[in-house]
């Protein structure tokens, strides 16, 4: 499944509707017998994001991001601040038919198969029949579940990964408008993993806004145009990879064998380590290629030399 994604940038997003909005929200929970303490989950939380963009939200075990989503969705109240959805305030019943949902632990009636408990969530919408005999299949094949082997499979014979697909299923019943994913890879083998990866492109292709949040960083890169990242209730940053890693010219390049006096005046920085040298690269990449080319030397690798967004995501979390 491979679809053509324009990218999006600052300066078209701008033209762009918003889709949801906060301003400073807060979410603070009572705790204790007495309910005399508190745990602020939220703090003053405010962010955009705009219509056909998929928008990733990261952060450590116990930052706030499933609470951000749940407050988002209605399902938790605010302690403070205000949000819209598609337009309308945090909870307003109209929007909810115009967004899915898939919760980190997907929870099913367990003795439904797949094919019913997608029957059950399209009753729920008031989805006729008519369309359920034909959504229902396109949407089990989008997930890998169409076999009937496996569609007629009570869900509590089904693996963590097959729930985590199921779930997915259940949340575009609707068609909706707005997605929101909570950790939409957990429990997913790597082969699954990029299955989703495809999926969540597929639904940006078709105009669909995605919010989804995660820690698994290596899938943000892949397929956000936007990230922030939650520290103990505080949204730390937002922007693109390129607004927060920088837009590097310059790249960073391994190399095995070759002659070293000719690399020295290609590569800054040289050094030989782990049995290559290493090194930024000088003047163009294809100058550089045709270089190694002609001494017979081996290019291992060669990326933009800006931090990784694990490094970037690292240092976030331990500024004070």
Known sequence: ME?????????????????????????IYR?????H???????????????????????????GK?????????????????????????????????????????????????WEILQFTAGLFGIPRSVQ????????????LLQAAVRRKQLRHYSKGMLQRIGLAQALINDPELVFLDEPMSGLDPLG????REIIQSLKSQGKTIFFNTHILADVEVICDRIAILRRGDLICMGSLQDLLGDSNTYHAKVKGGNPDILKNRLANME??????????????QDFIATLSLMGAQLISITLARPSLEEFFVQQLQEP
Do not use: H, M
Request: charged residues 20%; aromatic residues 10%; glycine residues 12%.
């Open 133 to 144: 005999r034909k959504r229902i299949p396109e949407l089990l094949d989008l997930v890998g």
């Open 272 to 285: 030989f380590k782990d049995g290559y040298w290493q090194g930024q690269v000088l003047g163009s990449t």
């Open 3 to 27: 679809s053509a994604i324009v990218p999006v940038t600052e300066s078209s997003l701008a033209n762009r509707p918003s889709v949801v909005e906060t301003y400073n929200l807060r979410k």
């Open 37 to 63: 303490q508190k745990i602020t989950s939220l703090n003053t939380c405010t962010l955009k994001v705009f219509a056909g963009e998929t928008f990733g939200l990261l952060g450590p075990n116990g930052a």
């Open 66 to 114: 499933t609470t951000l989503l749940k407050t988002l969705l209605g399902i938790t109240r605010p302690s403070g601040g205000r949000g819209l959805v598609l337009g309308q305030p945090i909870g307003d019943r109209a929007v909810k038919q115009r967004i899915g949902y898939l919760p980190e632990n997907p929870y099913f009636y367990d003795y439904l198969t797949g």
């Open 193 to 196: 993993r990029y299955q989703i």
């Open 31 to 35: 705790t204790g017998f007495w309910l």
